[in-house]
């Protein structure tokens, strides 16, 4: 069956840097639209990235650009998501999630759109 782990997350100073895993299994990778969400405490689920099946194509939510990026690698299944110059704010359990299409379009964050979500990884910013 479809599985999706993220792992990566900790706890980190202000302006540190993470790197997250998404590391998929039961389904053909190369065919699928892959996005990261979060959730704060308190707070709904929002989109912070998506990637095309083929890596072409990043979205990426206002707050994070320039400091967030989405990466794949289809041959060993796995997606990622650099976290750079962090701040409190984008603490969260960060979700990886399957989408049901192969690209991301300007509604990528609907998530009806996706069928295949992680258990989470918390990230916590701060000093």
């Known amino acids: 069956q479809v599985q999706l782990v993220e792992s990566g997350g900790g706890l980190v100073r202000p302006e540190g840097s993470l790197r997250l895993t998404c590391a998929t299994s039961?389904?053909?990778?190369?065919?699928?639209?892959i996005a990261w969400f979060r959730q704060a405490p308190g707070k709904e689920r929002e989109g912070v990235s998506c990637?095309?099946?083929?890596?072409?194509?990043?979205y990426y939510t206002d707050s994070v650009k320039d400091r967030f990026t989405i990466s794949r690698d289809n041959a060993d299944n796995t997606v990622f998501l650099q976290l750079n110059n962090l701040k409190p704010e984008d603490t969260a359990i960060y979700y990886c999630?399957?989408?049901?299409?192969?690209?991301?379009?300007?509604?990528?964050?609907?998530?009806?759109?996706?069928?295949?979500w992680g258990q989470g990884t918390q990230v916590t910013v701060s000093s």
């Open positions: 039961g389904f053909a990778l190369r065919y699928y639209a």
């Open positions: 999630a399957k989408r049901i299409s192969n690209y991301c379009t300007y509604t990528w964050d609907d998530r009806s759109m996706f069928d295949g």
């Open positions: 990637i095309s099946s083929e890596g072409g194509s990043t």
